[in-house]
Structures are given as structure tokens and as C-alpha cells.
């Protein structure tokens, strides 16, 4: 079973700090997608990363997947009440044919106090 | 506008009775899966389609069935519900190489 942990679980934090969240696994992935959920909606996609040292950048949220493919990180700047959610990492492995088979993290879940 | 639609959003049932969860989208995608959500297990894929009558079991299929008649529609089918099934259920559709979801709403469903 591949196991996908994020760190931390839950963090709270006052508007104006900075944070990062982790998600680590011994599994080597095709590709690594992040999604926020807010309450009572699904989850959205803020960003895939694909190629192993990737950085991307989403106006103050910086994703990093790692050099083996083995872990991300998500680095908030300044953080903002509207930054609160659960944050969900997603690692794809390829098992060939078309597609791709999701193994999502069990979420951080972010509060961003005014 | 694109969207994954869930029906009920709410549900509170029995043990026993059978209930269907209905799931549509409209940006014709292939694939599409069911999930539930449990707090500290996160999201778990019960089902999974990757086309019209095609359908395969996820992580977690024991106690639910789908079908997949229509592109556009998967529903999820409980034929005897049972307190452990009480969770958060989220559809989910998806297209191209890298399985990019997008995701319904939500059902919450409670079995009592």
C-alpha cells in the first residue's frame, strides 16, 4: 500500500506568517497534483508538478516537488484568512496505459487567524 | 460553465435501505471515480471508470456498486447501507495523462 503523509496535520497561524506544508512518501511518482478544499465543497487543483526539482509559483504559494520524485512541499507567503482550507497533496503513479492512479495525503488542514 | 454535479448533498438513511448517489458532468470526460472522505484517512477512491461500461474497483469498493451507461453519468449504488458507509462522498471526473480531478460538491451520508 502506498502511503502518502502530509505534515503538519493541522496548523493554525496568524494572518501575515509564513508556512509550509510537506508531503513525504517512499514512492517514486509520475507527477504530484496539490488541492485546497474549503468547508462543505470538494476539493479544486491548485497545481501540478511534474519533473523532479520543479518549482512553481501561484501568486503567494510556492510548490516544490522533489529531486526524486519522492516528496513536495507548499510554501505560503504572508498568509491570508482566505488561505484556510484543507490542503491535499496528490502523487500519481503510472501503471501504464493512458492514465494515471491517484494516492492522495490525509490533508493539513490550515486556519489563518485575522 | 464546467462542472461535476452531486445529488442529494445530504442524506440520512437506514441500515438496509438501498440508495443511489447520482453523478453527472459536462466536460466530457472519460474517467471519472468515486472517493469517500474519513477524517485521518483522508480521500480513498471506491470506484473507478475510464469509459462507457468500462468500471473498476478502487481502494475501497467492498459494499458499493457503480455503472456507467452514459459518459456524462456515474452513479454510486449502496444495495444494503450500513453504519460504516456514514462519510463524505465526492465524485470526480478527469481527463489527460496527469488524472487531474475535478471534484463535485459533496454527499454527506449518514446511515443510522
Known amino acids: 500500500t502506498q502511503l502518502l503523509e502530509q505534515s503538519p496535520q493541522f496548523l493554525s497561524i496568524q494572518e501575515g506568517e509564513n508556512l509550509t506544508v510537506y508531503c513525504n512518501s517512499s514512492s517514486v511518482f509520475s507527477s504530484l497534483q496539490w488541492y485546497r478544499q474549503e468547508p462543505g465543497e470538494g476539493p479544486v487543483l491548485l497545481v501540478t508538478v511534474v519533473t523532479g526539482g520543479e518549482v512553481k509559483k501561484l501568486k503567494r504559494l510556492t510548490f516544490q516537488f522533489g529531486d526524486a520524485r519522492k516528496d513536495s512541499s507548499l510554501h505560503i507567503t504572508a498568509a491570508q484568512p482566505g488561505d484556510t482550507g484543507l490542503y491535499l497533496c496528490?502523487?500519481?503513479?503510472?501503471?501504464?496505459?493512458?492514465?494515471?492512479?491517484?494516492?492522495f495525503g490525509t490533508g493539513t488542514l490550515l486556519a489563518v487567524q485575522p | 460553465e464546467a462542472q461535476v454535479t452531486q445529488n442529494p448533498r445530504y442524506l440520512i438513511t437506514v441500515t438496509g435501505k438501498k440508495l443511489t448517489v447520482t453523478c453527472s458532468q459536462n466536460m466530457n470526460h472519460e474517467y471519472m471515480s468515486w472517493y469517500r472522505q474519513d477524517p485521518g484517512l483522508g480521500l480513498r477512491q471506491i470506484y473507478y471508470s475510464m469509459n462507457v461500461e468500462v468500471t473498476d474497483k478502487g481502494d475501497v469498493p467492498e459494499g458499493y456498486k457503480v455503472s456507467r451507461k452514459e459518459k456524462r453519468n456515474f452513479p454510486l449504488i449502496l444495495e444494503s447501507p450500513s453504519p460504516n458507509q456514514t462519510s463524505l462522498y465526492f465524485c470526480?471526473?478527469?481527463?489527460?495523462?496527469?488524472?487531474?480531478?475535478?471534484f463535485g460538491p459533496g454527499t454527506r451520508l449518514t446511515v443510522l
Open positions: 496528490a502523487g500519481a503513479l503510472h501503471y501504464g496505459g493512458a492514465t494515471n492512479k491517484l494516492i
Open positions: 470526480a471526473s478527469s481527463s489527460g495523462y496527469y488524472n487531474e480531478q475535478f
